[in-house]
T-cell receptor
């Protein structure tokens, strides 16, 4: 089944403790992206990647890191999480660039930073 | 000013009626526009995309784009209770169209 898989689904952590949210897609998609969703603010793009070893900042990249060492994986790293990073995170992928392509979303990761 | 703006709702619609959702965007360079539906606790799913001025119909959904007015709309005809969800408007931006900016979403409630 074609899908984008995120793990974990729920995560509670404390300020400053490094964490990684994994994202994997099995559709051989070129484009992958991370979003965070906060009430009233919609989805905001954190980082995106057009291909292996190619990543770029979205609108809210501060406090996050990503890597794209393999085509299928695009982990999101929070080196020193803070409470303002408490949010619902979505990974998404598409076959090519966004202009004419549908985004496939993962199931989301609800992160709470205490 | 947000780059993509939507009325947060809720938009309450009787079953069988037409739901009309509106979205405005600020970046005149945006060329591609999307409507995503998100059920509570679920991830967004694409329902419509539109690239040219005018109307685009797909089943009960019609998207409308007016680039001069920087306005995108979505009509849902014969609304069903299963259409109750949050609808997210999105516009691509960036020189290569690699970024997608979402509005805050409009919550739609279809009442039987």
């Amino acid at each position: 089944e074609a899908q984008v898989t995120q793990n974990p689904r729920y995560l509670i952590t404390v300020t400053g403790k490094k964490l990684t949210v994994t994202c994997s897609q099995n559709m051989n998609h070129e484009y992958m992206s991370w979003y965070r969703q906060d009430p009233g603010l919609g989805l905001r793009q954190i980082y995106y990647s057009m291909n292996v070893e190619v990543t770029d900042k979205g609108d809210v990249p501060e406090g996050y890191k990503v890597s794209r060492k393999e085509k299928r994986n695009f982990p999101l790293i929070l080196e020193s999480p803070s409470p303002n990073q408490t949010s619902l995170y979505f990974c998404a992928s598409s076959l090519g660039g966004l202009a004419n392509e549908k985004l496939f979303f993962g199931s989301g990761t609800q992160l709470s930073v205490l | 000013q947000k780059e993509v703006e939507q009325n947060s709702g809720p938009l309450s619609v009787p079953e069988g009626a037409i739901a009309s959702l509106n979205c405005t965007y600020s970046d005149r360079g945006s060329q591609s526009f999307f409507w995503y539906r998100q059920y509570s606790g679920k991830s967004p799913e694409l329902i419509m995309s539109i690239y040219s001025n005018g109307d685009k119909e797909d089943g009960r959904f019609t998207a409308q784009l007016n680039k001069a007015s920087q306005y995108v709309s979505l009509l849902i005809r014969d609304s069903q209770p299963s259409d109750s969800a949050t609808y997210l408007c999105a516009a691509e931006k960036g020189a290569a169209g690699n970024k997608l900016t979402f509005g805050g979403g409009t919550r739609v409630l279809v009442k039987p």
